[in-house]
């Protein structure tokens, strides 16, 4: 399975930004996808989930209400659209696929994308 994200950028604070991650290769849309971030000196963190069907979704606590995670099965690409983004959400982001449920651990992830950098200016 290959992971291709993009859409990262330099925004303010308070802007918005609209990563994708298309799928490739032996991929099958019965996969679980999840975005993850990693700030510089931090570890890799999870964002949001989202399951096969694209009918249910897991956020972490603090982005809730921020960001959404959906998925066009059709086009084998996943999104997340960032709004009202804060300097703290600065990190590189990365989109993972699991074979199954989604999860929200980054060791359940088999697969990863090369990462965009999202950087949010105060």
């Known amino acids: 399975v290959q992971l291709q994200a993009s859409g990262g950028g330099l925004v303010q604070a308070g802007g918005s930004l609209r990563l994708s991650c298309a799928a490739s290769?032996?991929?099958?849309?019965?996969?679980?996808m999840g975005w993850f971030r990693q700030a510089p000196g931090k570890e890799r963190e999870f964002v949001a989930s989202i399951n096969w069907r694209g009918d249910s979704t897991d956020y972490a606590d603090s982005v809730k209400g921020r960001f959404t995670i959906s998925r066009n099965s059709a086009k084998n690409t996943v999104y997340l659209q960032m709004n009202s983004l804060k300097p703290e959400d600065t990190a590189v982001y990365y989109c993972?696929?699991?074979?199954?449920?989604?999860?929200?651990?980054?060791?359940?992830?088999?697969?990863w994308g090369q990462g965009t950098l999202v950087t949010v200016s105060s």
């Open positions: 290769g032996r991929f099958s849309s019965l996969y679980g």
């Open positions: 993972a696929a699991r074979k199954g449920t989604m999860e929200n651990k980054r060791y359940e992830y088999s697969d």
